[in-house]
């Protein structure tokens, strides 16, 4: 067995790792999930200088750092806290440390999609369909997927409608510019300017309307579904988040609304993008 050196990652990054270990060994014990990690980041090569030891069997001939153990043992305890694990397998190993995915827990590991509880995965996956992302956008969903993760769940829906909003305006820039005369573009200027959002809002969806037959089809697809529906069901749920209305919000919902916020934001720069070449 090889006793790896430190990872140079974040705690978000293993924390990734954690979960893809879980996903393909739903209960297990610590010292095995920190061996599993230990493979699994070999693999990936997020660890170098490993030797020559590179054969055998899944997550048998590395341990961790002690640094990383730890962060691993955070991570475990973190994921406990946020309901997706739980301590004990069965009657007979109910304590510590033995760990086994709550049924929440399967339907995080086993979604299709980017996972809030694996932000660096759920970000990376942003920035993969979108390089030119707006640095904001990412600043507001990091707090997002930070409140999600300790069920602080209206901060985390004011966050997500932050970076909606954020996107929305990106998008009124850029259809605003795509106006080349200066009198024209001047004229749909006035219609945006120092209006709430909601107004800018219904006048993009007015505008889009007027165009949308001009616009190439892979864009215009589900463009109401996508883009219109999303936006409106996301600014819905931060009104009731933002004021003291009493209003509950589920973590399912919060949960989906984290997932459909990938396609919405897609849809947006695949339109700014189009935009730009008018």
């Known amino acids: 067995m090889s006793r790896l050196q430190k990872m140079d990652v974040s705690l978000d990054q293993i924390r990734g790792l954690v979960l893809e270990v879980f996903k393909s060994v739903p209960q297990s014990q610590y010292v095995r999930v920190c061996s599993d990690v230990a493979q699994l980041a070999v693999s990936k090569g997020l660890i170098l200088n490993i030797g020559n030891n590179n054969s055998g069997h899944f997550g048998r ?3 961790l750092d002690g640094n990383d153990e730890d962060r691993v043992r955070e991570i475990i305890w973190n994921l406990i806290v946020e309901g997706v694990l739980m301590i004990g397998i069965n009657a007979s190993n109910s304590e510590w440390p033995w760990l086994k995915l709550t049924d929440y827990g399967h339907s995080v590991v086993d979604s299709e999609m980017p996972m809030p509880h694996d932000p660096s995965g759920y970000l990376s996956s942003i920035k993969q369909d979108i390089p030119e992302i707006d640095e904001l956008i990412i600043t507001y969903m990091t707090e997002c997927l930070k409140a999600y993760r300790i069920n602080l769940l209206l901060s985390s829906t004011i966050m997500l409608g932050c970076a909606s909003e954020k996107a929305l305006l990106l998008l009124i820039d850029s259809f605003i510019n795509s106006f080349h005369d200066e009198a024209k573009r001047k004229q749909i200027y006035d219609k945006f300017a120092n209006r709430m959002i909601k107004r800018q809002f219904d006048e993009l969806t007015r505008s889009l309307t007027t165009i949308q037959s001009s616009i190439p089809k892979d864009i215009s697809d589900g463009l109401n579904n996508v ?33 459909v916020f990938i396609p919405y934001l897609k849809k947006i720069y695949q339109l700014i993008n189009y935009f730009k070449t008018l």
């Open 227 to 259: 883009l219109l529906g999303v936006f409106e069901m996301i600014r819905n749920y931060r009104n009731d988040a933002g004021h003291p209305t009493g209003v509950t919000i589920s973590k399912e919902q919060v949960y989906a609304n984290i997932q």
């Open 61 to 63: 001939e590395y341990v």
